[in-house]
Structures are given as structure tokens and as C-alpha cells.
């Protein structure tokens, strides 16, 4: 083959391997379309939301500003909360409080109104207004806006009772727990009581480290140990590594028949709830066990088991709940509001 046509082969090859190259670059959402080169405002979204999910926030964010520009008041309000989401992401590499805080403010404003029976939307005006009271309580210094806690507390109040969301739940009580008073105490360890009951991981955990540590409620080991075990359980895996934490610290510091004991509280809890532990959670939380070590040497068990039955006779009485409001009848297998208003 002469030296000219071996040149026009090669040409084509590398021009062949730049296309293919480039197109997998597009599919993989490498390369970010610059504004006004989506096909739709639609197309712009799904391409942003994409490259969120994935972490690529290089690409997610001039697709969801083109989406939130030229798309639908729907499109509009979902790109706006996208982006607010990546520029709060204090590991992102787009970190913008002042960003962040404008679009949560924006979202919360304009939907103030919104249906709480929208499925649709709700949920995410709840993450909304439950976000914009972060921002609240800390101020934003870069805007010029001072904490103010009586408006992060109403825009959790709007979350947590208008939207049912747990995580504003959960952020109230634990709000109303800093304030100190004897009504908001009450408060605060109801919200963490009832959502406990709900299988909230958070909220079992934060009961458990509060009913080990004494705080707010009477000092209680084998409650706050059956709370930590069941919150391992439920825990989602970015929830994981401090649950876990805190059940190392309390298993640490129990004894082998604290251990039993608790774990039967645990298992009529299960029952009652009519939340069972499955195989495979058990499996689960025993591997991630093993690097949660105690500082004697002994592993800490997650889902341990007692191996002889542990008499409970005096110690349990539950009964089924009849409703929504109604905690768990019993000296021990009510989650927390045993001793509300007793100690603080």
C-alpha cells in the first residue's frame, strides 16, 4: 500500500475514534449541552436531574439553569430545587449558601399554598422549607440575613404538621429540645417519641443517646441500647455511620445481660410494630459490625440475639396502637414518653 493511501487510512481511523470517543462522552453525560442547545426544556431537566443523581454537578447545573429559564412553571420549580440541593452540598464542589438560601427562600414562598395531598410536589416544598430552616437558625451571613429561630420554627411547623414530613419533624423536636422550656421539652420528646414508633432511624438514635446519657428523661441503659439496636436496623446508608457510632458507644458500655435484656425489649418492639428483622438485614448490619470494635477487643454486635431467654415478667406491657397519636402502652415498650416532664 503506497505511503498516501496509508495517510487517508489513518485520517479516517482517528476521525473514527474521535466520533466514537464524543459519542461516548454525550451518553455518559460527560459533556454538558451549553444554554440553547437542548431540544426542550424537558430534555435540558432530565439531562440536569441525570447529572445530579450522578454527582456530576459541572453538568447539572447550566442544564437545570437552561431548564428553570425556558421550561413550564413545573419544570421551573424542579430545576430550582435541584439546584439548591447541589449548591447546599458542602462536598459538591458548588457550595453557595447565598445560592442555596435564595432558591429555598424562593420555593417556599411561592408555595405556600401548596396542596399537602399533592404527591407530586409536596413532598419536595416540605425538603424546601425544612432546608430554608437551616439556613435560618445559622443566618447567612453572606446575604446579610441574621438567624432568626421563630421563623426557621414556623417554616418546620408548615413542614412537619401541613406536610408530614419526618426529617422536619425530627429537626423541630430537636429545636424545641435546645429551647429548654418545660412545654417545649414536652414537645420535643413527643415529635422524637412518635417518630421513633415510626421506624424514623434518627429519632430512635437520638432517643437512645438521650435516654444513655440521662438528658431531658430519666438515665434508662437497656431502653436507650433497644432504641440503638433498632435504629441500626432501619438505619439508610447515609445515616449509617453515625447511628452506628452511637450504638459502638452504648453497646461498648452495657454488660452481656444489659445486652439480653435489651434485646428482648427490642424483639416485642418488632412485634408490636410489626416490623420483624428480615435475614438479610441481620447479615447486613453483622458485616458492617465488624469494624465497630470496642476498646476490650470485642466486636460490636448489631443484631445480637440473646442465646437464653431473658424473663421480662414486670418489665413489659404492650399493647396494640389503636391510632396515629397513640404511643405504645407500657412502662417499657412505650418509646419515649414514659418520663415526659420529669427530668430534663
Known amino acids: 500500500m503506497r505511503v498516501e493511501e496509508l495517510k487517508v487510512l489513518a485520517t479516517r481511523i482517528s476521525r473514527a475514534l474521535i466520533a466514537a470517543t464524543c459519542l461516548a462522552w454525550l451518553s455518559t453525560g460527560a459533556v454538558a449541552a451549553g444554554p440553547g442547545k437542548f431540544d426542550s426544556a424537558q430534555a435540558a431537566f432530565e439531562q440536569g436531574l441525570n447529572a445530579y443523581k450522578a454527582g456530576q454537578y459541572e453538568i447539572a447545573v447550566p442544564a437545570l439553569e437552561e431548564a428553570a429559564r425556558i421550561g413550564s412553571e413545573s419544570n421551573q420549580f424542579f430545576a ?12 459538591g464542589g458548588k457550595a453557595d449558601r447565598a445560592k442555596a438560601y435564595e432558591l429555598f427562600r424562593k420555593l417556599a ?13 409536596a413532598p419536595f416544598v416540605a425538603k424546601a422549607l425544612t432546608a430554608l430552616a437551616g439556613y435560618l437558625r445559622t443566618g447567612v451571613p453572606e446575604l446579610g440575613v441574621k438567624p432568626d429561630i421563630d421563623r426557621a420554627v414556623e417554616c418546620l411547623q408548615n413542614a412537619a404538621t401541613s406536610f408530614g414530613d419526618q426529617e422536619a419533624q425530627f429537626e ?10 418545660d412545654d417545649d421539652v414536652k414537645l420535643g420528646k413527643h415529635f422524637l417519641s412518635v417518630l421513633a414508633r415510626d421506624g424514623f432511624a434518627n429519632a430512635q438514635a437520638f432517643l437512645a443517646d438521650m435516654y444513655w446519657r ?6 434508662d441503659d437497656q431502653r436507650a441500647l433497644a432504641l440503638i439496636t433498632m435504629a441500626s436496623e432501619n438505619a439508610p446508608v447515609h445515616d449509617r455511620a453515625g447511628i452506628e457510632a452511637v450504638h459502638q458507644n452504648i453497646y461498648c458500655g452495657t454488660s452481656p445481660t444489659l445486652r439480653a435484656q435489651a434485646d428482648s425489649l427490642a424483639q416485642i418492639w418488632r412485634q408490636v410494630l410489626g416490623r420483624p428483622t428480615t435475614t438479610r438485614a441481620a447479615a447486613d448490619a453483622k458485616q458492617r459490625a465488624q469494624s465497630l470494635i470496642c476498646s476490650n477487643g470485642e466486636v460490636v454486635d448489631l443484631n445480637q440475639r440473646p442465646r437464653t431467654p431473658v424473663d421480662t415478667t414486670g418489665t413489659v406491657a404492650a399493647r396494640p396502637m389503636s391510632g396515629r397519636g397513640e404511643m405504645l402502652q407500657g412502662s417499657a415498650a412505650n418509646f419515649g414518653m414514659r418520663d415526659v416532664g420529669t427530668t430534663k
Open 214 to 219: 440521662g438528658r431531658y428523661v430519666k438515665k
Open 80 to 91: 430550582d430545587f435541584y439546584l439548591a440541593r447541589i449548591y447546599s452540598d458542602a462536598s
Open 172 to 181: 423541630l423536636a430537636k429545636t424545641y429540645l435546645a429551647r429548654g422550656g
Open 109 to 121: 414562598d411561592e408555595n405556600a399554598d401548596a396542596d399537602p395531598d399533592d404527591g407530586h410536589r
